[in-house]
């Protein structure tokens, strides 16, 4: 049985025999793309996307040690949120982007689900932001900074706080993590 095939009786057996599904194999990851009708588009992702989340899981524990995957990264994806997500994101990074040219500094961003946090460990890359993840599940987050900043600190200038940012862009004050150093998260996180 392949993915395509599995992902329809799963979603079949659960009531929804109408989604087209279709699973496209890239360089490094399989894309299984499920489209479903709007009212049923809310259900399928979830709250922040669990559902979404717990399909893919689903789906690596039936099929990592077939071989199917081939060393790939599997992401399931419903009537392309994942990309809005990740607009979403960038759209947030290039305003923080601006936050740090004019006062410097760090900006902690919420507490992130692995995946979450690749995607802005991605993105910053492609911003020219230093990003580095900080914390322990379930709260560990992404801190980013101008690459500037990061020149500074190791020169020994101080920083200013750190301002934590959470989904909607709001910003609270905070003093830099008192916990352990933080810990580069890997391009497969």
Sequence with gaps: MTIQEYVEKVLTYVGIADAAVTVESAESSLVCKIEVSEELSGMMIG????????????????????????????VVDVNKYRERKQDAVLDQLKEIVEQLKVRGGRIALRPMS???RRMVHVAAK???LVSISDGDEPYRRVVLSLASDQTKEAEG?????????DASAEETATPPSEEAAPQEDSEQE
Excluded at 50 to 73: C, D, N, P, W
């Design 47 to 74: 709250r922040g996307g669990e559902t979404v989340h717990a399909l893919q899981s689903l789906i690596l524990a039936t099929f990592y040690s077939s071989g199917e995957m081939e060393g790939k990264r599997l």
């Design 126 to 128: 492609e911003l020219g």
């Design 157 to 165: 200038v101080a920083q200013k706080d750190e301002t934590v940012v």
């Design 114 to 116: 692995a995946e979450e």
